[in-house]
């Protein structure tokens, strides 16, 4: 299942807040929490996380510190602030009036699809009606 690039953006911010308040963790690691949550069903690349977390970072929401990993890399950690934790709560409140009403719309306004209708497949040869 391919998830639309819209909703990919929408989701951004309350996904990488959720994981940040889970506790402080760098890029690779918030791809990574983001496949294993949606179960493969949202693969996100650098190219679309790194842009969230400037941004995140920009109005304050979340923080950067950078350290040195036990290879002797440097990673850049980030963690929520108090302000992103107020963002997450009202992010929650919003998606969970968002999803409250599409459940009840689909209840009741989906209904199964019909089956496929396949055309009948031709008659073998000499099994035709006389006069068809």
Not at 14 to 20: G, H, N, S, T
Not at 94 to 99: G, K, L, P
Not at 127 to 132: E, F
């Given at each position: 299942m391919e998830i639309s690039k819209d909703l990919i953006a929408?989701?951004?911010t309350?996904?990488?807040?959720?994981?940040?308040a889970e506790g402080?963790?760098?890029?690779?690691?918030?791809?990574?929490?983001?496949?294993e949550l949606s179960g493969g069903a949202l693969e996100w690349t650098?190219?679309?996380l790194y842009p969230v977390l400037h941004r995140l970072e920009r109005l304050g929401l979340i923080e950067a510190r950078w350290e040195v990993a036990e290879s002797g890399r440097r990673r850049k950690y980030y963690r929520i602030t108090p302000r992103g934790t107020a963002q997450l709560h009202e992010e929650r409140r919003?998606?969970?009036?968002?999803?409250a009403t599409l459940r009840k719309l689909w209840s009741v306004s989906f209904s199964p699809p019909p089956p496929l209708l396949r055309p009948d497949p031709p008659a073998p040869a000499g099994?035709?009606?006389?006069?068809?």
């Open positions: 929408a989701s951004s309350p996904l990488v807040l959720a994981i940040l402080d963790s760098y890029g690779y690691a918030i791809l990574k929490r983001v496949r650098d190219g679309m919003q998606w969970q009036a968002v999803d099994l035709c009606p006389q006069g068809a």
